[in-house]
């Protein structure tokens, strides 16, 4: 019997990234790993990324370093961070 396809909503800032992404021609693998990257942070908070503050930046930091994230991978998410926080919800002060 086969299992239908279930199709999971978007949040509507989730589709707001990927709409800032997509105009900017980022690729299929950037894309994916920004939102992969996002939705790390918004794990770590625990709540949308989108009401983060910077205390909750520098805790996040923190806790990656002291994870031993990799140089590469932490600057991955820096850039992912950097672009949700500037383009996606127009707080570049985070």
Same mark, same amino acid.
């Given at each position: 019997m086969p299992h239908p396809v279930l199709d999971a909503p978007i949040s509507p800032l989730?589709?707001?990234?990927?709409d800032d992404m997509?105009?900017?021609r980022f690729s299929q693998e950037t894309q994916r790993n920004y939102l992969r990257d996002v939705g790390r /942070?918004?794990?770590f908070l625990g709540r949308p990324p989108d009401t983060a503050t910077p205390d909750d930046l520098r805790r996040f930091q923190v806790g990656q370093q002291d994870d031993g994230v990799p140089v590469p991978t932490w600057n991955s998410i820096v850039s992912a961070l950097r672009?949700? /926080?500037?383009?996606?919800?127009?707080?570049p002060d985070l």
């Open positions: 989730r589709q707001r990234l990927i997509t105009l900017r /942070f918004a794990s672009f949700f /926080f500037t383009h996606t919800v127009d707080r």
